[in-house]
């Protein structure tokens, strides 16, 4: 019979954990999986690092299709973005001060944050024209990969923090950012919501990379 983790480790398989998993038969019909910290991590990192460059590569082919040049955001920009998700340390001591739970915890709910807007985002590109076709595979796998990588989040959060499940914080809606009133309005918050998701995919790409230094040379690991 599996336990419950080993259940969970099966499931992400496929996903987030890939062939980083051990598994070997206990006897007695008993299979018994694990996975280091390292290894578990480093696997969190390439998803997130891949998370990332689609979402740059998505927001990019947005620009091309639907923005003129002049309205482009402007690089490492994005004032209007929603300030409620955890911040970007601003200093060295900032992240000397910030711990490792604050750093996974942060991961997790960046992630819960954006799983409901990527669906509705979806949903709204179904709604255009012209959306390249490109365009929509992009967003749906960035949904697919934030749901493998929620996954092994969490059991990051058991192993190294003994806290089992912990999935704090909700989603939100796209109406946090735009009410549209036309096709423009629509064009204009999705493009916002795919500059804003890129900020915050660098974000937890930066909080697991950070972690993962600080399992090697505390000292000196650093954003800067």
């Given at each position: 019979?599996?336990?419950?983790?080993?259940?969970?480790?099966?499931?992400?398989?496929?996903?987030?954990?890939?062939?980083?998993?051990?598994?070997?038969?206990?006897?007695?019909?008993?299979?018994?999986?694990?996975?280091?910290?390292?290894?578990?991590?480093?696997?969190?990192?390439?998803?997130?690092?891949?998370?990332?460059?689609?979402?740059?590569?998505?927001?990019?082919?947005?620009?091309?299709?639907?923005?003129?040049?002049?309205?482009?955001?402007?690089?490492?920009?994005?004032?209007?973005?929603?300030?409620?998700?955890?911040?970007?340390?601003?200093?060295?001591?900032?992240?000397?001060?910030?711990?490792?739970?604050?750093?996974?915890?942060?991961?997790?709910?960046l992630?819960?944050?954006?799983?409901?807007?990527?669906?509705?985002?979806?949903?709204?590109?179904?709604?255009?024209?012209n959306?390249?076709?490109?365009?929509?595979?992009?967003?749906?796998?960035?949904?697919?990969?934030l749901?493998?990588?929620?996954?092994?989040?969490?059991?990051?959060?058991?192993?190294?923090?003994?806290?089992?499940?912990l999935?704090?914080?909700?989603?939100?809606?796209?109406?946090?950012?735009?009410?549209?009133?036309?096709?423009?309005?629509?064009?204009?918050?999705?493009?916002?919501?795919?500059?804003?998701?890129?900020?915050?995919?660098?974000?937890?790409?930066?909080?697991?990379?950070?972690?993962?230094?600080?399992?090697?040379?505390?000292?000196?690991?650093?954003?800067?």
């Amino acid at each position: 019979l599996l336990t419950s983790w080993t259940g969970l480790f099966l499931w992400c398989l496929h996903g987030m954990l890939g062939s980083a998993m051990d598994c070997k038969n206990g006897g007695a019909g008993n299979v018994h999986c694990s996975i280091s910290v390292d290894k578990l991590l480093d696997r969190a990192i390439h998803h997130s690092e891949l998370i990332y460059i689609i979402s740059e590569e998505s927001t990019a082919l947005f620009e091309e299709t639907f923005i003129p040049k002049s309205m482009h955001a402007p690089q490492n920009n994005w004032g209007h973005c929603n300030s409620k998700t955890p911040p970007m340390p601003t200093s060295k001591s900032d992240v000397q001060q910030i711990s490792d739970k604050w750093l996974l915890q942060s991961v997790l709910i960046l992630i819960r944050f954006w799983m409901d807007p990527l669906k509705e985002l979806q949903s709204s590109l179904d709604r255009y024209d012209n959306a390249p076709s490109a365009l929509l595979n992009k967003t749906k796998w960035i949904s697919t990969k934030l749901m493998n990588l929620k996954e092994g989040v969490l059991v990051l959060i058991k192993k190294m923090l003994d806290e089992g499940t912990l999935d704090p914080g909700n989603s939100v809606s796209l109406t946090s950012f735009m009410v549209p009133s036309d096709e423009t309005e629509y064009v204009l918050r999705d493009y916002s919501l795919l500059t804003c998701f890129k900020k915050d995919a660098h974000k937890i790409e930066t909080f697991l990379k950070l972690l993962k230094c600080r399992q090697t040379d505390n000292l000196s690991c650093s954003l800067f």
